[in-house]
Structure formats: structure tokens, C-alpha cells
């Protein structure tokens, strides 16, 4: 059984920074993976921020956030970091990280992060900017 493990969430003034991280575990992922973060801010849709496939090195943000956003994968740790800078109070959400590994693999390709290919997700964890 695929594991999701989330960390990193917190409370930080407008400005200020955070990293998340995203580790998967419980499948060798011979075939790669793509990882993904969404949030999802009250009384709002979940948005695709931001991802990675591990096959191709593809990788996706979402105009909300680029140029501030990183998001970065270390394969031998199978896990994903998402490094926000300049954080925005709108960026204030719960953020859920995902991952795909049933191939082919298609939740991170070209403009877009495709939140129905990814197969198992994580219990989130809250972001929250204050102004």
C-alpha cells in the first residue's frame, strides 16, 4: 500500500516562506511517479499548484504561483519538496500532496496537473498567511 507522509505546514506572515514535503513509500515505483500539490481554501475549488514527474523531470505551476513557488524532487528519498517564497495571503489553504505511479504515467504533463490520474492522497496540511 502506497503511503503518503506531509510536513511542513504552518503559520507565517505575508512575505515569509515555508517548505512542504511529500514522501511516498510502500511501491518500488519502477515505473517513476509524478507528485503533485493542490490546496484548497475555504469556500474555494481545489487548485493544482504544482508538480513533478519523476520519469521526465516535467514539471508544473501553476500561474498563481510561479516565481515564487519550487517545487523539487529527491528520487533516492522519494519525496518532493515544495519550497514557497514571498507567500501571499491568498496562498492560505490546506495543501494536499499526490501522487501518480500506476502507469503511464499522466497526471504532470504539458500545462496542466490532471488531479483524477493521481491515485492516492494525503491527509493535507494547513498553510496559513497572515497579512
Known amino acids: 500500500e502506497v503511503r503518503i507522509v506531509e510536513s511542513g505546514g504552518g503559520s507565517v506572515q505575508a512575505g515569509g516562506s515555508l517548505r512542504l514535503s511529500c514522501a511516498v513509500s510502500?511501491?518500488?515505483?519502477?515505473?517513476?511517479?509524478?507528485i503533485a500539490w493542490f490546496r484548497q481554501a475555504p469556500g474555494k475549488e481545489r487548485e493544482g499548484v504544482s508538480c513533478i514527474d519523476s520519469s521526465d523531470g516535467h514539471i508544473y505551476y501553476a500561474d498563481s504561483v510561479k516565481g515564487r513557488f519550487t517545487i523539487s524532487n529527491d528520487n533516492a528519498k522519494k519525496t518532493v519538496y515544495l519550497q514557497m517564497n514571498s507567500l501571499k495571503p491568498e496562498d492560505m489553504a490546506v495543501y494536499y500532496c499526490?501522487?501518480?505511479?500506476?502507469?503511464?504515467?499522466?497526471?504532470?504533463?504539458?500545462?496542466?496537473?490532471?488531479?483524477?490520474?493521481?491515485?492516492?492522497w494525503g491527509r493535507g496540511t494547513q498553510v496559513t498567511v497572515s497579512s
Open positions: 510502500g511501491s518500488t515505483f519502477d515505473d517513476g511517479y509524478a
Open positions: 499526490a501522487v501518480d505511479y500506476v502507469p503511464p504515467l499522466l497526471g504532470c504533463v504539458g500545462n496542466y496537473v490532471y488531479s483524477h490520474m493521481y491515485d492516492n
